[in-house]
């Protein structure tokens, strides 16, 4: 099984997003940090806008942030939206080919239950998860502190122990 460049695109911009201490960053932020195309990420951007993923800020300082906590999106869940054909054979539907021995066939229903134990591993992992080498992800990735702003605390950092 291979997920298409679209649900890789998704992931990233949503990771890039989670890890902005001001959540908001421009298409040619992320596009630049991964090195993939802004005309893809423009798209994959919009979609997950419609998907109530993510929210844009117009005008000037403005740009794109998460419209939910990180630890509310679940990434199986975002894989099921970005990848609505998980057909991994041409007899699955929604191709629905025809097939002789689609009465007797084992071997569409193993791959079916790989398919769905595929999206229940990733079903137990959040935005939140994917980001918790926090610095180090951020290093790599060139996203500095915002000027004039204060780094956003971790959960619970902060509280008296």
């Known amino acids: 099984m291979r997920l298409t460049n679209y649900t890789d695109y998704a992931l990233r911009l949503l990771m890039y997003l989670a890890l902005r201490d001001d959540g908001l960053a421009t298409i040619g932020d992320v596009a630049h940090s991964f090195g993939i195309s802004r005309n893809h990420l423009m798209k ?26 990180p630890g ?20 699955f539907k929604p191709m629905d080919e025809p097939c002789p021995i689609r009465k007797l066939c084992v071997l569409q229903q193993a791959l079916d239950r790989a398919r769905w134990a595929f999206l229940e591993v990733l079903d137990g992992y959040t935005l939140e998860d994917l980001v918790k080498p926090r610095s180090g992800l951020r290093k790599i990735l060139s996203i500095g502190p915002v000027p004039g702003k204060a780094a956003r605390l971790p959960a619970g950092a902060g509280t008296a122990a």
Do not use: N, Q
């Open 44 to 69: 994959v951007a919009h979609e997950l806008g419609v998907a109530g993923y993510i929210e844009t800020v117009r005008g000037r300082g403005g740009g794109l942030r998460l419209a939910r906590s």
């Open 72 to 91: 509310a999106i679940v990434l199986g869940d975002v894989v099921r939206y970005a990848e609505p054909d998980m057909s991994l054979v041409p007899c």
